[in-house]
């Protein structure tokens, strides 16, 4: 034999019993194919699939009132009426959305809506933030008692002093302005001001006392403090407020239907009532009307009218969730 | 003449400089119409021009109680609405939160879709969304969705009522507990993981470590959720008691009846608020859990 051969029948010698664990079937690794295969494995596969199953049917309940909109806003009259199309239409009548901006008067609405919604967020986070450091930084007596009182405001219901609210402002003429929603939320109050409070409460407590002794020494007074330093700090606190005022705002229609008596200055979820009484009346059957209102057209200008806040709230979802975990509105 | 004050005093000063904006919001927009509306609820209003009242003592109460029909039957099935719906919520939205927070492939879509009932906004729009309008109860929309009409013919009647109004207030449950799995899931993630991998060492199950890590150490989240669920019931535009309590005030007028009313619905609520805070308020864990 040449070296070559001698060699590879070397290596053949050296590594013959190793070819047993190839080419024998039964080998100490093979209780560990068995135990791939056993019935543990199998149990957690199907537990991951369940679980899984689990989720998608809660979520389905969640999210059938918004699939349902907005197939439905998108059927065809000849669709509506048909019952046997119930998740897919036939054809996509985007024209019901063209309609449906026209009858809400979409950008006159859209602008107030902004508005009011704009100027509340700053109200509510400006003015949470400061009263909340004063309630976090500082001991001072009264102020767990304060604090308590702060959330005994959240649960009293605003309809039990909707009325003389009322005419106290009726009283200073703010009535039939945006000025009964805005001022509030520059004092801590408005929809839900004592959440937000008790939100940047929890968050500054549990910020380092650092902060502010550094600033001290460097010779800050307080207010200033609060505006450099600890406002930016506090980004995911801002962020949450900013994202849940805005919801609450936005999709508000109690206040503002109380306050706001003049047409012009109605905001864009007043108007969904109007449309939809336009459904239930005998209207539809007038031949006079040149134009019919049917579900799906109310349908497309109720998701015109949330749409907005859909948007937003997926550009910011992330810094949301993060934000409301590192808020220490839980309590860690 | 110069003022001298402590440093503590200088510090109190201070801080009544920080909440000053919320003592003025409070005595103008909250306590005065919070007077006004408790002396408008013992009075009769006279002349509607002037809102002049009169003092009436307890008839406004006694009217809600013995003489309106309406209020005492809608007040009790409120407050048993209120008494199922609020445990099976925060049991419902922790249950959730905990399947979110187990590590899964589309974590994010499913946040998003739990919080997705919170965007869309008051109960009116979600109102309109389900066609509910005027008359039609939110729980016969929720029977089509869980139980189609097809399934439903095999089940026989009484068993199928039973099954469909337990499983429609079950959806109605979980379409208001959107807020509340956002506050769980970070209540949960609050928790280090040290704590179950000690739990795991020391041969704890899953069930144990529920009991015995998890329900502690959120308890702080359960409180806050409770309180919210509570407020959150009032501004639902299904709730049949305010709706009523509206209705009286301001379209037939009886302010003054409306105001009563809605005193007896609040002390229903704080009793029970104050039921939540001393039954939990020794269980609050209120370590950092670190």
Not at chain 1, 9 to 14: E, K, R, S, T, V
Not at chain 1, 121 to 133: D, E, K, P, Q, R
Not at chain 1, 195 to 211: K, N
Request: glycine content about 6%; some cysteine.
């Amino acid at each position: 034999m040449n070296m070559k051969a001698s060699s590879l029948y070397n290596i053949y010698l050296n590594n013959k019993s190793k070819l047993k664990y190839i080419y024998k079937h039964d080998t100490k690794y093979d209780k560990y194919l068995h135990k791939y295969l056993s019935m543990h494995t199998l149990v957690r596969f199907i537990v991951r699939i369940c679980f899984y199953l689990l989720l998608f049917g809660l979520s389905f309940i969640f999210i059938y009132p918004f699939l349902d909109m907005i197939v439905t806003s998108l059927k065809s009259t000849s669709d509506l009426m048909n019952i046997t199309v119930k998740w897919i239409p036939n054809s996509l009548m985007f024209s019901n959305y063209v309609v449906a901006i026209e009858q809400l008067q979409y950008l006159k609405y859209f602008k107030n809506s902004v508005f009011v919604t704009t100027v509340c967020i700053i109200g509510h986070v400006l003015s949470c933030s400061f009263v909340a450091y004063g309630f976090s930084r500082y001991k001072f007596p009264f102020r767990d008692s304060l604090f308590s009182f702060v959330i005994f405001t959240l649960i009293v219901p605003v309809q039990v002093i909707i009325f003389p609210l009322y005419i106290f402002y009726s009283k200073l003429g703010w009535v039939n302005s945006y000025l009964p929603i805005i001022v509030p939320t520059f004092f801590g109050y408005g929809l839900k001001g004592g959440l937000f409070i008790f939100l940047f409460r929890q968050f500054f407590a549990g910020l380092p006392y650092e902060l502010e002794e550094a600033a001290r020494v460097d010779g800050c007074r307080p207010l200033r403090t609060f505006f450099t330093i600890i406002l930016p700090v506090s980004k995911s606190a801002i962020l949450v407020s900013i994202v849940l005022s805005m919801v609450w705002h936005w999709n508000d229609y109690f206040e503002p239907n109380i306050y706001i008596a003049e047409k012009n200055m109605h905001l864009l979820p007043s108007r969904l009532p109007a449309l939809y009484n336009m459904l239930n009346t005998d209207d539809i059957l007038n031949p006079e009307m040149d134009l019919i209102i049917n579900e799906a057209i109310v349908l497309a200008a109720t998701f015109l009218v949330v749409l907005p806040i859909l948007i937003v709230y997926s550009l910011v979802q992330n810094k949301f969730m993060e934000g409301i975990e590192r808020s220490g509105l839980t309590g860690q | 003449m110069k003022i001298k004050l402590s440093m503590k005093q200088k510090q109190n000063l201070e801080a009544i400089m920080f909440i000053s904006p919320w003592i003025i919001g409070t005595l103008v927009f909250f306590m005065n119409p919070l007077i006004q509306s408790i002396r408008l609820s013992f009075s009769k209003i006279v002349k509607l021009n002037g809102f002049v009242m009169q003092w009436n003592g307890w008839a406004n109460y006694e009217k809600a109680f013995l003489w309106d029909v309406n209020f005492l039957p809608m007040f009790l099935s409120s407050v048993k609405d209120t008494l199922i719906n609020t445990p099976l919520t925060l049991i419902f939205s922790l249950f959730i939160a905990i399947l979110v927070n187990k590590p899964s492939k589309m974590r994010g879509f499913f946040r998003t879709v739990f919080f997705l009932p919170v965007l869309l906004g008051t109960g009116f729009v979600m109102k309109q969304l389900l066609g509910l309008g005027m008359g039609v109860d939110a729980m016969s929309v929720a029977k089509g969705i869980i139980v189609p009409d097809s399934l439903a013919k095999y089940f026989g009647f009484g068993l199928l009522g039973v099954i469909s109004s337990f499983l429609s207030r079950i959806t109605i449950v979980l379409w208001k507990s959107g807020v509340q799995i956002v506050l769980f899931l970070a209540g949960l993630q609050g928790i280090s993981s040290s704590l179950y991998e000690a739990a795991h060492c020391d041969g704890a199950t899953e069930w144990e470590m529920f009991w015995k890590i998890t329900l502690p150490m959120i308890s702080p989240v359960i409180l806050l959720n409770f309180i919210y669920t509570i407020i959150d019931s009032f501004t639902d535009a299904n709730n049949p008691i305010v709706d009523y309590i509206l209705k009286a005030s301001f379209q037939k007028n009886q302010f003054e009846y409306g105001a009563a009313m809605g005193w007896v619905y609040f002390i229903f609520v704080f009793v029970l608020c104050m039921l939540a805070f001393f039954v939990m308020r020794n269980r609050v864990y209120t370590g950092t859990g670190k």
